[in-house]
Antibody, heavy 119, light 108 residues
Framework: QVQLVESGGGVVQPGRSLRLSCAAS????????IHWVRQAPGKGLEWVAV????????FFADSVKGRFTISRDNSKNTLSLQMNSLRTEDTAVYYC????????????WGRGTMVTVSS | EIVMTQSPAILSVSPGERATLSCRAS??????LAWYQQRPGQAPRLLIY???TRATGIPARFSGSGSGTEFTLTISSLQSEDFAVYYC??????????FGQGTKVEIK
C-alpha cells in the first residue's frame, strides 16, 4: 500500500525549533519530489515547501522563507523539514505529499503531524 | 502569485442530489487544476487532476470541467461519504502552489 507517514510534531515554545520527518512505504521515496502543506486549526490548506526527487531544487512559501529548511538523504531514505524560529502562526497540521516529476498534482498525502507553537 | 477563489463557501445538498462547486483562478492555469476532498479528521485526497481526469479509484459520480480561469467540480448524486470540504489547487505557475479557500458540502 502506497503511503506517507509524517512524524516529529509536538508542542514547542515560540522561537524554538522542531524537525519533521516524512517516511514512505509501498514506493521508493527517492524517485519522487515531496511537498509540505500545512493546515491551521479550522483553516484551509497552505503550501509550505517543496524538494525535488534528488534534492537539487527547493522552494519555500514567503511565510517560512529563511526560517524553514528542507532536506533529503536518498541513501538513507530520509526526508526532513527543519523549522526554526517558530511562531504561534506556524501552529498547524503539517502534511507531506508526493508528486511525479515536473508539473504535477499532489497525488499521495500523509495523515499529518500536529505542530503547536505556544508559550 | 495566482489566487484561487472558490464558491460557494458552504453548499447544502440533500443525499442523492447533484452538487456543483466552482473555482476561479486570477490568471490562466490552462488545465493544471486539481480538486481534493478532505473528510473531517482526514488528510486531503486527490480527486481530479488536469481539470477533468479522475484520480485512481475515484468514483465516476465525480467529474471536473473547465480550463483557463474557470473550473467546476460536479458530484452527480451525493452519497453520505461525499459530505466533506473540497479544495481546488493550481499547479501551473509556481512557486507558490496555491489552493482555494475550500467549499464545505454539508447535508441539507
Amino acid at each position: 500500500q502506497v503511503q506517507l507517514v509524517e512524524s516529529g510534531g509536538g508542542v514547542v515554545q515560540p522561537g524554538r525549533s522542531l524537525r519533521l520527518s516524512c517516511a514512505a512505504s509501498g514506493f521508493t521515496l527517492s524517485n519522487y519530489g515531496i511537498h509540505w502543506v500545512r493546515q491551521a486549526p479550522g483553516k484551509g490548506l497552505e503550501w509550505v515547501a517543496v524538494i525535488s526527487f534528488d534534492g537539487s531544487i527547493k522552494f519555500f512559501a514567503d511565510s517560512v522563507k529563511g526560517r524553514f529548511t528542507i532536506s533529503r538523504d536518498n541513501s538513507k531514505n530520509t526526508l526532513s523539514l527543519q523549522m526554526n524560529s517558530l511562531r504561534t502562526e506556524d501552529t498547524a497540521v503539517y502534511y507531506c505529499a508526493k508528486f511525479e516529476t515536473g508539473t504535477a498534482p499532489f497525488d499521495i498525502w500523509g495523515r499529518g503531524t500536529m505542530v503547536t507553537v505556544s508559550s | 502569485e495566482i489566487v484561487m477563489t472558490q464558491s460557494p463557501a458552504i453548499l447544502s445538498v440533500s443525499p442523492g442530489e447533484r452538487a456543483t462547486l466552482s473555482c476561479r483562478a486570477s490568471h490562466s492555469v490552462t488545465n493544471k487544476l486539481a480538486w481534493y476532498q478532505q473528510r473531517p479528521g482526514q488528510a486531503p485526497r486527490l480527486l481530479i487532476y488536469g481539470a477533468s481526469t479522475r484520480a485512481t479509484g475515484i468514483p465516476a459520480r465525480f467529474s471536473g470541467s473547465g480550463s483557463g480561469t474557470e473550473f467546476t467540480l460536479t458530484i452527480s448524486s451525493l452519497q453520505s461519504e461525499d459530505f466533506a470540504v473540497y479544495y481546488c489547487q493550481q499547479y501551473s505557475n509556481w512557486p507558490p502552489w496555491t489552493f482555494g479557500q475550500g467549499t464545505k458540502v454539508e447535508i441539507k
